[in-house]
């Protein structure tokens, strides 16, 4: 079975600062991670994913996480965010080899960006 | 052309009453889903269905089934809708070794 922790659930800074969302997973199998955001109101969106290779992934908006299989970490960065950034972000994971289990998400991390 | 869709979008209903939410995908995916949203934000898998097997999160009252006409629908039915009920529900759905797929969701609140 796999579990993710998101260890900020509110997490408020001012726009064109840098931040980073924590996420740690637990699992007894090698996993995919992703990060998801939900804007207020709406629903899941992916954000980013890493499956395999490059331990270091990158969205379009510019985001980024990385892959820490030691620490068992998979932390969402941005340099500098802006006001649109406000947003509800889950880290999840999901299980592979043997039988796959499903995708199984942190309880969130709200961002909130202040001018 | 939207990839998961599900309606209605909004559903308030009185206790006891029954209803059901619709899902459809055009991704060609195998697997579908349905997840509860709680007031606290926490995202819960309550099914997961390909047109081979149906795993339900035991933690599901059984009065929460799934339906599924075809490989591109999983339909959700909800029998004596209590008050505890009220969330939004997700449907989702993936292939293989991929991310999930999400819906805009159905807000339900039940009065």
């Known amino acids: 079975a796999q579990s993710v922790t998101q260890l900020d659930s509110q997490v408020p800074v001012f726009e064109e600062a840098p931040v980073e969302l924590r996420c740690n997973y637990s699992?007894?199998?090698?996993?995919?991670l992703f990060w998801y955001v939900q804007y207020p109101n709406q629903g899941l969106q992916l954000l980013l994913k890493?499956?395999?290779?490059?331990?270091l992934v990158e969205s379009i908006n510019g985001f980024e996480a990385e892959f820490n299989k030691s620490q068992t970490s998979f932390h969402l960065r941005k340099p500098s965010v802006h006001i649109s950034d406000t947003a509800e972000y889950f880290c999840?994971?999901?299980?592979?080899?043997?039988?796959?289990?499903?995708?199984?998400f942190g309880k969130g991390t709200k961002l909130s960006v202040k001018p | 052309d939207t990839a998961v869709s599900q309606t209605p979008k909004y559903l308030v209903t009185q206790m006891g009453n029954d209803k059901s939410i619709k899902c459809e995908q055009n991704?060609?995916?195998?697997?579908m889903y349905w997840y509860k949203q709680d007031s606290k934000k926490f995202l819960k898998i309550m099914f997961s269905?390909?047109?081979?097997?149906?795993?339900i999160n035991e933690t599901v009252p059984n009065r929460f089934s799934p339906k599924s006409p075809d490989k591109a629908h999983l339909n959700l039915h909800i029998n004596s809708l209590e008050l505890g009920d009220s969330a939004v529900y997700f449907c989702?759905?993936?292939?293989?070794?991929?991310?999930?797929?999400f819906g805009s969701g159905t807000r339900l609140t039940v009065v």
């Open positions: 989702a759905s993936s292939a293989t070794g991929e991310g999930y797929t």
């Open positions: 699992s007894s199998v090698s996993v995919y």
């Open positions: 890493y499956l395999s290779g490059s331990t």
């Open positions: 999840a994971v999901l299980g592979y080899g043997g039988s796959q289990g499903n995708l199984i």
């Open positions: 991704l060609g995916h195998d697997t």
């Open positions: 269905y390909n047109n081979k097997e149906l795993i």
